[in-house]
Structure formats: structure tokens, C-alpha cells
């Protein structure tokens, strides 16, 4: 069983930056290696959205209205995937899923518990 712990949330001003954390256990190896592993965010009465998601090998993908201030990225030794969140807005506020999906079986995608974040002066 995948489990994801987010980290790293919390309250930030307009044009602030965060990192956001995502440490994964339960696979033999790195995760990175059977999974496609990335971030969602949602906001009250809206679902969740794909922020970005790394996959191996190949690029990351991200919602277009993000690349440029968002940067996905993950560390194999240590089994987790960071979210580097510059130039942060207000829209930006919302609680941030961690995800992992595997990548021949969809049934196995897990979800970590979340992380707020606010952006608000």
C-alpha cells in the first residue's frame, strides 16, 4: 500500500514563494519507477485540478496557466516529490494533493492527505 505524506503548506503574502513536500512509502523502490507522481490542488466546490505531474522517463507536465512560476521536481534517494511554488497569488489558495497513479494499473492511485495553502495579505 502507497502512502503519501504532503508537507510545507501554509500561509504565504502575494508574490511569496513555498516548497511543498511529498514523501511517499510502501513500494519497493523508488516510487518514480512504476508511478506517475504529481500534485492536484482544490478549491470549496470545485474539483480537483492537475497542477503538475513527473513521470520517468520523460518531462514534466503542468497546467498551462502554471509552468513558469510552479517547478516540479523529485529526489529518488529520498523517495519524494517537491512542489516549488514562486510568485504565489491569491487564486493560488487551496488545499495540495499529493498523487500517484501506476502506470499499468489505474485502480492503484493513491492520494496523500493534503496541505493547505493560503496566499493572502
Known amino acids: 500500500q502507497v502512502q503519501l505524506v504532503e508537507s510545507g503548506g501554509g500561509l504565504v503574502q502575494p508574490g511569496g514563494s513555498l516548497r511543498l513536500s511529498c514523501a511517499a512509502s510502501?513500494?519497493?523502490?523508488?516510487?518514480?519507477?512504476?508511478?506517475?507522481v504529481g500534485w492536484y490542488r482544490q478549491t470549496p466546490g470545485h474539483s480537483r485540478e492537475l497542477v503538475a505531474n513527473?513521470?520517468?522517463?520523460?518531462?514534466?507536465d503542468y497546467a498551462g496557466s502554471l509552468e513558469g512560476r510552479f517547478s516540479i521536481s523529485r529526489d529518488n534517494a529520498k523517495n519524494t516529490l517537491y512542489l516549488q511554488m514562486n510568485n504565489l497569488k491569491p487564486e493560488d489558495t487551496a488545499v495540495y494533493y499529493c498523487?500517484?497513479?501506476?502506470?499499468?494499473?489505474?485502480?492503484?492511485?493513491?492520494w496523500g492527505q493534503g496541505t493547505q495553502v493560503t496566499v493572502s495579505s
Open positions: 513527473i513521470r520517468v522517463p520523460g518531462n514534466p
Open positions: 510502501g513500494t519497493s523502490g523508488s516510487i518514480f519507477a512504476m508511478y506517475v
Open positions: 498523487n500517484a497513479r501506476h502506470i499499468f494499473d489505474s485502480h492503484r492511485n493513491y
